[in-house]
């Protein structure tokens, strides 16, 4: 009995440890540091389903845990990395909005998610509070994608966003059939790959990877209808 | 169970009509038009089974247990199926030489085929889910057709048809919702059966709905903007189909929904669907009458008659109230003895229309002119077609205006005052009507087919090919057998009347009309013989009496002038210029006249006029709702700014909103 309520405890720890990741996200400056955070976010991902596959001995959540692992924890940052480095100009994240307001904004999210969630919600798996800290992480994710302006922060933002998701639905089931996992983790895997292809001919093509001057192709198209 | 073959055999050979254009070679293609013309004979002798007969549940796919395809057909659709079937075949025979040098000819077959099968399925539909799956599909299909020759101006039709159209249908499907939720059932017979469980309220507005969803199809005048503009846009032996009987579909929907399904109801909702028929008929034939593209003014001809139509029905629904039932079956016979007038003459004049934008290559009357000459069998036809609709006796039209006078004079007998003074001033405005309509037809006719050709193309036009010609004698032949047998023909849909007014209405006699509450009575058929012996009578006079006479030819009277030109005769507009005067302020119209002189005041070199008459609907209720859905749509424009931060925002704050006021 003892041990099942370190589980838990230590299960609260990891995930508030990703929680903070993604607040740090918000006033990183350079987008080395963007992928390095989503790096030990992926790696604590890891150690929660980890921990509950020592503990259960569960087969199903050790194969998880390690496609975690590799996918989110090597593979992917490995290939961010790569496209970073290509980017020969500017590293700096340029967001719209102040990181002080960024984070306060985040602060607001939690806020809201800890509120709303507070009441009315039963919990299936093993924690109440990684419910939470899932959804906030989303939704700092998309808070992400939306204030930044390049599309390698937006693409971190999206990848933030996964990882919440996974966090949601492991929390909410401890553990989904592997099956299913693996579907994800293939998905966000080829999901990347394409986005850094994007990335590198929307450089090609605009000359930037300012997403910005993506509207410059609608107001094309819609001159072009006018 | 025959007529089950003698249905599946119809709908098979419309099928195979649809799908063998799509097979490659050229050969093929005139069986789009074989097969649609015996599978109308088919359809023809399924509507005749379920006026005679007892009405017929057709099994059919179902999507879920709760929702399927239901068909069913009872006397009121056997009537419309009837309409149509005549229709078809006509036009099937006609297309056969009309589409010969279309371009697009195989998808021309498609939409032919589907077109009419779609119609058909309205009519038959025996739920909601159903009737609205038919329905979208007619329009679209209609849609489709109208555009049909890719050109600016019907693109620009098609869509003002494709609005309309949808706004009509959100109103038919709010009423058919209303009817789910008060009465629990989606087919048509449980609703009916329902009905005492609507509240008075909801019956009041599903009546509203009902007529202005429906409405919109049948072109009642606020609503009517479409029809002047699709018609004429869609090719001929369409614009025929379309004005023929797709726009009794609408009339269709008002029977079934209002009259049959809701039954009875307060006098008011009689007195306005006859308010709506009179002014329909009055606008429409004014408005028909500065027209001088030939479709266009037959489709303004067409909302008049709609409006002749409503007058008949409206008639019948206030004396239904007053609980005069045999009256009201008189009155609604009339309603429906126009509908099928209608179709016989509108489908023969835009048919005939056809014919001679076809041989002309021109809509406008003003470049028309001696074509009887030149097309002396299409003129026949449309002579035939437009005394018809001006309801000259041994015609059809005459029988059924004459039935709806007595309808609206019948509403004396109702006990309220607003019906009592209603009902002279809708037969004042019929009788309008009818003056009007003899000076368009007059204006048509004189202008286009008489007197010399005003362009080339109208000096070098040819009579058209037999099968066209076959498809307009089929319908002339039609407009007169049920003039001057109208005793046959109404006893042929007297059962739809009886369905509908739950009282007969059996005139007794071949060919003699009577009523037998006021005593009155008529017979075309003594009026043919009558003047069939009377013209004999005065050739064999003249032949005995007159002794034998030379025929010379000469040349028409030019009062000294070295020669008459094309220039020197009556224009269409200023045939009409009499009556434009004399209704100034329903026209609004605005003129123009410019001269200038070689030396003033004496030689005017040149003289030009121009009338313009204001569109009151268009300018005055479109214009400003269009422009206001416009500013509006500019101001919604701005949420989509093709900013991706913005897009994703939204589903952010959408997110934010949902976890704070979902939990």
Redesign the interface.
């Known amino acids: 009995m003892e041990k099942s309520f370190d589980l838990s405890l230590v299960n609260d720890f990891i995930s508030v440890g990703i929680l903070l990741t993604a607040i740090a996200l918000n006033t990183l400056e350079r987008l080395e540091s963007c992928v390095k955070a989503y790096t030990y976010n992926s790696w604590l991902l890891f150690l929660l389903i980890l921990v509950p596959a020592v503990t259960t001995n569960n087969p199903h959540l050790y194969v998880a845990a390690s496609l975690t692992l590799a996918t989110k924890g090597i593979v992917i940052p490995l290939f961010l990395r790569k496209i970073v480095y290509q980017q020969k100009l500017v590293h700096q994240v340029q967001p ?1 909005i102040s990181n002080l307001l960024s984070l306060t904004l985040s602060g607001i ?1 939690i806020t ?2 800890y509120a ?2 507070s ?3 039963s919990v299936t798996g093993f924690s109440n509070h990684a419910l939470k800290i899932s ?1 906030a992480v989303i ?1 700092i994710g ?2 992400i ?3 930044r302006r390049k599309a390698i922060t ?1 693409v971190v933002g999206l990848l933030f966003m996964e990882n919440g998701l996974f966090l949601t639905g492991f929390s909410l089931t401890s553990g989904m059939p592997v099956i299913i996992e693996l579907g994800i983790l293939f998905d966000v895997l080829m999901c990347v790959i394409i986005l850094g292809v994007f990335i590198i001919q929307i450089r090609h093509k605009f000359y930037s990877v300012d ?2 001057k ?2 410059t ?3 094309q198209l ?1 001159t072009l209808k006018g | 169970m025959t007529s089950m073959y003698i249905y599946y055999f119809g709908l098979l050979l419309f099928i195979a009509g649809a799908i063998i254009p799509l097979i490659y070679p050229q050969k093929m293609k005139r069986f789009a038009y074989i097969f649609p013309t015996v599978g109308a004979c088919a359809f023809a002798a399924f509507g005749m089974y379920l006026l005679f007969d007892h009405p017929l549940d057709i099994s059919a796919v179902s999507i879920t247990p709760l929702l399927g395809f239901v068909f069913r057909g009872d006397a009121i659709s056997g009537f419309f199926i009837l309409l149509i079937s005549i229709l078809t075949f006509s036009v099937s025979v006609y297309s056969m030489g009309y589409t010969k040098n279309m371009a697009n000819k195989g998808v021309m077959g498609v939409l032919f085929n589907t077109f009419i099968l779609s119609m058909y399925a309205v009519i038959l539909s025996g739920n909601v889910i159903t009737f609205l799956i038919s329905w979208e599909t007619m329009s679209i299909i209609s849609y489709l057709l109208v555009t049909f020759d890719r050109e600016e101006e019907s693109a620009s039709a098609g869509l003002l048809y494709a609005i309309m159209t949808h706004v009509g249908t959100a109103f038919i499907l709010t009423a058919f919702l209303l009817l789910y939720k008060y009465t629990g059932h989606m087919d048509f017979a449980g609703i009916k059966e329902a009905t005492n469980d609507i509240p008075a309220g909801i019956k009041t507005i599903v009546f509203v709905f009902a007529v202005i969803g429906f409405g919109t199809k049948a072109g009642i005048v606020p609503l009517h903007t479409w029809l002047p503009r699709a018609h004429p846009a869609a090719p001929s032996n369409i614009s025929s189909l379309m004005s023929g009987v797709m726009i009794k579909t609408g009339i269709y929907g008002i029977l079934r929904i209002v009259v049959d399904i809701l039954g009875v109801g307060p006098e008011w909702w009689g007195i306005a669907i006859i308010v709506i028929g009179a002014m329909s008929a009055v606008l429409g034939i004014l408005y028909a009458l500065t027209e001088n593209d030939m479709k266009r003014f037959l489709a303004y001809s067409s909302i008049e008659n709609i409006g002749i139509i409503l007058l008949g029905i409206g008639a019948s629904m206030v004396l239904a109230s007053n609980g005069l039932h045999t009256l009201s079956a008189i009155a609604m016979t009339a309603g429906l003895y126009h509908t099928l007038n209608h179709t016989l003459f509108k489908g023969l004049l835009f048919l005939g229309a056809g014919s001679v934008v076809h041989a002309t290559h021109s809509k406008n009357m003003e470049e028309m002119g001696g074509l009887i000459k030149l097309m002396p069998y299409t003129a026949f036809f449309f002579l035939i077609g437009s005394v018809s609709i001006c309801a000259l006796p041994l015609f059809n039209g005459f029988v059924s205006e004459w039935l709806t006078f007595q309808a609206l004079l019948f509403d004396f007998k109702s006990a309220s005052a607003v019906a009592k003074l209603i009902a002279p001033m809708s037969g004042a405005a019929l009788a309008f009507t009818g003056a009007m309509a003899i000076a368009c037809f007059v204006k048509v006719f004189g202008i286009s087919f008489l007197g010399m050709p005003r362009s080339q193309h109208a000096e070098n036009a040819k009579e058209t090919s037999t099968s066209m010609l076959a498809g307009m004698g089929f319908l002339s032949l039609f407009c007169l057998l049920t003039g001057i047998f109208p005793g046959h023909t109404i006893k042929l849909f007297s059962s739809s009347v009886f369905l509908l007014t739950g009282a007969d209405y059996s005139s007794s006699g071949m060919g003699i009309l009577s009523m037998r509450e006021i005593s009155s009575s008529i017979s075309p058929l003594s009026l043919f013989i009558v003047m069939i012996s009377l013209f004999i009578a005065a050739v064999f006079l003249v032949r005995i009496f007159g002794g034998k006479r030379k025929i010379t030819y000469g040349n028409s009277w030019d009062s000294g002038i070295p020669s008459l030109t094309s220039r020197m005769q009556y224009t269409a507009t200023a045939f009409t210029n009499p009556i434009r005067v004399t209704f100034k302020k329903i026209y609004l119209s605005k003129r123009h006249t410019k001269v200038s002189y070689a030396l003033k005041p004496y030689f005017a070199k040149a003289i030009e006029y121009r009338d313009d008459i204001t569109p009151f609907f268009e300018k005055y209720i479109y214009q400003p709702v269009t422009d206001f859905i416009h500013s509006l749509a500019g101001k919604v424009k701005h949420l989509q ?5 913005l897009y ?2 939204y ?2 704050a959408t ?2 909103l949902l ?2 006021f979902w ?1």
């Open positions: 719209y999210l809201i998610v709303s969630l009441k009315g919600i959804i939704l998309l808070l994608m939306i204030t937006m997403l910005d993506s509207t192709i609608h107001d819609t | 700014s093709g900013d991706l931060h994703l925002g589903i952010l997110l934010i976890l704070i939990s």
